[in-house]
């Protein structure tokens, strides 16, 4: 069949933008003279890390902190759900339910790895209304972005704790200068290091939490997009819609082409 699970592979979007941002603000830190070992405290990342992660928990129920956890691959990784194979897949299903009747095709549904379009089809040959059948799909597909929208919530969570946490950091190292008041050096020196918290909060909160949180957004919608145009597939073959015209309802939902180049004259 021609719909296939879709594999992971790695973003290349995040992982280029997590290296482009680090580059870019430690390479800045180096051209004005700075040296690594100005940003690298331990102490301050203890602090920071720390309380985020504690505030979220205490802001979070257990079972959406574990679920947000999940999400992180999909940060990193992206399945390749081509809308094209999926009309493709939902085109050899309609014409196959039109010659032969729509049980003809339990043998393939059953084979199949995605649990959505497996779960509409199978509902299509036990005779489902088909108000039914788009009343249970649509309940899934809004749950499943409630689900997506609470997990990337801890994101942002997340992404708005840690620049107050690193001002906490931040106090907690001036506390310590102030003990050493005598020795003008140790003070410079002690100033400069309690502001290490605060901009390891603030790089945490804007390079990762808060893209992370839209990322999960970004990728949960096409999530959905794909289920809408599972639904409206097997919606039509339901109907006995001609294949050539759910391919046309169906190619709505398919990305853009890119646009011709134009030949030289």
Known sequence: ????????RPDFATIGGLILAAVGILGGLLLEGGQLQDVVQVTAAIIVVGGTLGS?????????????????RAVAFESAHDPNQRIEALIEFATK???SGIVALEREVQA???LFLKKAL???MDGADLQDIRNMLELEMTSAENHADQE?????SAGGYAP?????????GLIQ?????????????????SFVATVYGVALANIFFLPAANKIKARAHEEVRLMELTMEGVTGIVEGMNPKLLRVKLEAFAPPAAPAKKAKA
């Not at 069949?1 to 992971?8: F, G």
């Not at 979220?56 to 992180?72: E, F, Q, Y």
């Open 97 to 99: 339910a039109r010659k």
């Open 152 to 156: 990337a919530k801890v994101f942002e």
């Open 177 to 193: 200068v102030m003990k050493n008041l005598s020795d003008v050096n140790e003070v410079g020196h002690g100033i400069a290091v």
């Open 56 to 72: 979220v928990m205490v802001n979070t129920p257990l079972h959406t902190l574990l679920a947000a956890v999940g999400r992180l």
């Open 112 to 114: 199949l790895d995605d």
């Open 122 to 124: 199978s509902l299509a």
């Open 164 to 172: 107050t946490i690193g001002i906490i950091g931040a106090v907690l």
């Open 1 to 8: 069949m021609a719909d296939r699970k879709a594999r992971a």
